[in-house]
């Protein structure tokens, strides 16, 4: 959420940021202003009527002490309590108004994001590795896992319908030797902390990383109930320290931890719904930083290093994109997107989202930290990405080391999980 003070400041500032990503959302800056100005219109006419009341809450007092007639000054309090309390309730209307077109605007581009309007604005920051070679002609990954015997698609379309998969043998012991492997680097080597959280979530949560409430329709709702199903564990860990104030000793913070991940809009408008590129269900180890405003995008720059080395030890060819201001997720100020070469597919793959928030979900979920003893909380900056996501690394994994055979001969990185 967007500061409602730098808004009114740099009003034209914001707009031109907002009209940068190409989504027509600066029109609610306008009415943003128009609501603010209301706002303060009120608060300082309610102030003034305050004032005015207590004024002559005392003069009746006085007056009462002394023997004196004083209807006339209840009659007139009385009525400009009334007034107060209309304005009061107005006042409360507008402020709901103003902070759900303040949940709607999206965080502002960071200086350094590359202008652009869509996916062919991004800019390449550096590849890894080279494409993998075949004296055969490479195979999908759908093709190879079910051969195998690893991946079952129809009997999961038949329990659950499109856009979820059946892990068997040797490829559920794939998907868990990963897990286990990803988490170990991170704690191991990287320093996070591991955490097992929740699978549903609270709306609260939902608004706080801002999933909600622009992308509801995105989401897995439970029927009757106010939970969600978590579309990323960016959720409940972000919001671990909801409506907390830190001390600055104990940042920064790092969590790592697994989860599935539960999406409806999974290969929406038939695109890449063939095998395992798109799902509704899939798993993910997720890596979440609650740092300081000046130690933030040094943090991003290593979260980032933090996913390279896993698909290093992989020896998986990747590259690293900086996403333009038009191809930016809701929330972030600045994003790298890692992806991965699919061979088999011939196609690049993202497999990790590395995000830098600043503190657009901070103030969405009261998320603060004090900087010294006696100095005023400042919020706290978030950011977080996959690291990676399972599935499309499953598929780099399957089409890179597959053999004219038929056969995957996994990278040694991996051999000692399984």
């Known amino acids: 959420m967007l500061d409602i003070r730098h808004i009114r400041e740099q009003a034209e500032n914001v707009k031109e940021a907002l009209r940068s990503r190409g989504r ?26 305050k004032s005015e009341r207590n004024r002559v809450s005392k003069l009746i007092g006085a007056k009462k002490s002394r023997g004196e007639e004083v209807s006339e000054l209840l009659d007139s309090m009385k009525k400009t309590s009334d007034e107060i309390t209309a304005m009061d309730a107005r006042l409360a209307q507008i402020e709901e108004q ?9 965080n502002l581009p960071h200086p350094s994001v590359p202008r652009g309007q869509d996916a062919s604005h991004n800019r390449v920051e550096r590849v890894w590795g080279t494409p993998p070679s075949f004296d055969f002609i490479p195979k999908p990954h759908w093709e190879i896992a079910e051969k195998l015997g690893w991946l079952d698609f129809s009997a999961a379309a038949k ?9 068997k043998g040797q490829g559920a012991r794939l998907e868990r030797a990963l897990i286990n492997y990803i988490l170990d680097i991170h704690t191991q080597k990287h320093g996070y902390l591991e955490v097992n959280v929740p699978h549903i979530v609270r709306g609260t949560s939902m608004v706080g990383t801002g ?34 104030i830190l001390s600055a000793d104990s940042l920064p913070i790092a969590y790592a931890a ?17 095998g395992m590129i798109r799902m509704h269900q899939f798993d993910k180890v ?36 900086s996403l333009c201001t038009g191809d930016m997720g809701f929330g972030a100020a600045k994003c790298y997107d890692i992806e991965v070469w699919a061979p088999g597919l011939g196609a690049w793959l993202e497999v990790s989202s590395c995000s830098n928030f600043e503190d657009f979900q901070a103030r969405r979920m009261q998320l603060r930290y004090r900087p010294a003893e006696g100095e005023k909380p400042r919020f706290c900056h978030t950011l977080n990405g996959s690291g990676p996501a399972l599935a ?11 053999q004219r055979d038929g056969s995957v001969l996994l990278p040694e990185a991996i051999r000692a999980y399984i």
Do not use: W
Request: aromatic letters at 8%; proline letters at 4%.
């Open 98 to 106: 103003q902070q759900q077109i303040l949940l709607t605007i999206p």
């Open 258 to 274: 697994f989860t599935p991940c539960f999406r409806r809009e999974a290969g929406s408008a038939g695109k890449d719904t063939r």
């Open 286 to 321: 997720e890596l979440v930083h609650i740092t300081t405003p000046e130690r933030s995008y040094a943090t991003l720059e290593r979260l980032v290093e933090h996913v390279e080395v896993v698909l290093q030890n992989l020896g998986l060819h990747y590259r690293v994109v």
């Open 24 to 49: 027509g959302d600066e029109n609610a800056i306008d009415q943003l202003l128009a609501i603010d100005e209301e706002r303060r219109k009120l608060i300082t006419q309610v102030e003034h009527l």
């Open 159 to 167: 329990i659950s319908g499109s856009g979820f998969v059946v892990y």
């Open 211 to 244: 999933q909600l409430p622009k992308f509801a329709e995105d989401m897995y709702r439970l029927e009757n109930e106010e939970s969600y199903l978590i579309p990323t564990a960016e959720v409940p860990v972000t919001n671990l320290h909801r409506e907390e």
């Open 392 to 402: 499309r690394l499953y598929i780099a994994l399957l089409e890179t080391y597959q």
